[in-house]
């Protein structure tokens, strides 16, 4: 069964000359002798110039030229020269490890909206809370800081189970902008609380109603990675267009850069993008160790993809931009924390007073010992109204009061 889906993957990419190596294993992928080997790469654009042979862009440190490549933008028609510095994408094609070509690029951006309210390194976008780091590309606005809310972004970016946003790149539109997409609204993400007689489901906190959208060919159902495009009446996202984001790989090498989410140390394995991955004992890491694996840690693991489970042959672990909290509060409520319920102490043990000690302290100096014996409440009529000084011991607690009495 194996060989066949390895033999079909191949024949569907008739264009690549290195489809012969036939295994799909890791040693085929690092044997350069006999050609590139087929791969699906995900990753951010790292730099995207004009080459002899079309746009030539670099994604998980490997340049592909893009000269016989379709491109998409979120499944609609674009052009090799809308490929931009930041951009999230899935190429299709192959390489030697350092220069490849690609036969497909899809460009995924993530949600495009009007901007909500702007925290240090957080905004609010259609509901959910985007985070920036200093990786983050801008576009149509020189930094962060310009920001304003009610501006129309559109972001592109990693995101994280709990519903955040990591943003690689930021553009603003503006009259002037050449939106590629020209999508409009739209948002990405996972399919929650689905109601199919309602036709309502939830992406993180917007609630999206999908009663007259066009649907993609997949069943609708809880969990469902999707991009939806449409428009907002009254804080409700009204669908237009359903399309899935589902493009994890059945069979073959694979490149893939996202967030851990669903870790399981245990079994080791964990998910990326809509991807299993298994780590083995010989999975090898770089900038980090094993245990640096967490939820909403950046990663980028290459492998080969078998009946769906990616096997990391080497994961790059990086720890400073994935998905850290927000330097302040969240806007967003991310994952409700559960109250710790606060534990009632059993039987409080009273200290056990010493009223000797405490008149010998407290009384002897003014009195001898001839106030041994009042009555607690004459005691403490007598500091209340300061007798002879006595105000002085104000300090002195009921208890300790009531100990000296009974001395
Ligand atoms: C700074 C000196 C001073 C200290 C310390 C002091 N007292 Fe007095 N206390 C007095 C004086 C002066 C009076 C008024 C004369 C009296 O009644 O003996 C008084 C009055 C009292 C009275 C009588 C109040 C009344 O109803 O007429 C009581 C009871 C008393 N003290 C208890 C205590 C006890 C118990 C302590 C120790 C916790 C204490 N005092 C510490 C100076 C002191």
Known sequence: MKKISIVLYCSALITLAGCGGGTGSPAASSNKSSGSSVIVSKGTVAKSVAGASGQEVTVNSVTYTTGTASVTHNGASALQTDLKPGMRVNITGSHDGTTGSATRVEIEGQLEGSVGQIAADTFVLLGQTVVVNDQTVYEGISGFSALTSGQTVEVYGLPNSNGTVVATRLEVKNSNSKDSSAQGLYISGSIASLDSLGKTFTIGTITVNYSSAMLPVQTLVNGLMINVQGSLVNGLFKATQIKSRDDHVEEGNADFEGLVSGYDATAGTFILNSQQVKITSTTTYSNGVAGNIANGVKVEVKGSVVNGVLTANKVEIDREHGYTAPTTAPVTPVTPVTPVTPVTPVNPVSPVLDGAALYAQ??????????????????????????????????????????????
């Open 362 to 407: 407290n009384c002897t100096g003014c009195h001898g010992s001839s106030k041994r014996g009042a009555s607690a409440s004459a005691t403490q009529g007598a500091i209340n109204s300061n007798r002879g000084g006595m105000g002085s011991l104000s300090s002195l607690t009921v208890e300790e009061i009531a100990a000296i009495a009974a001395w």
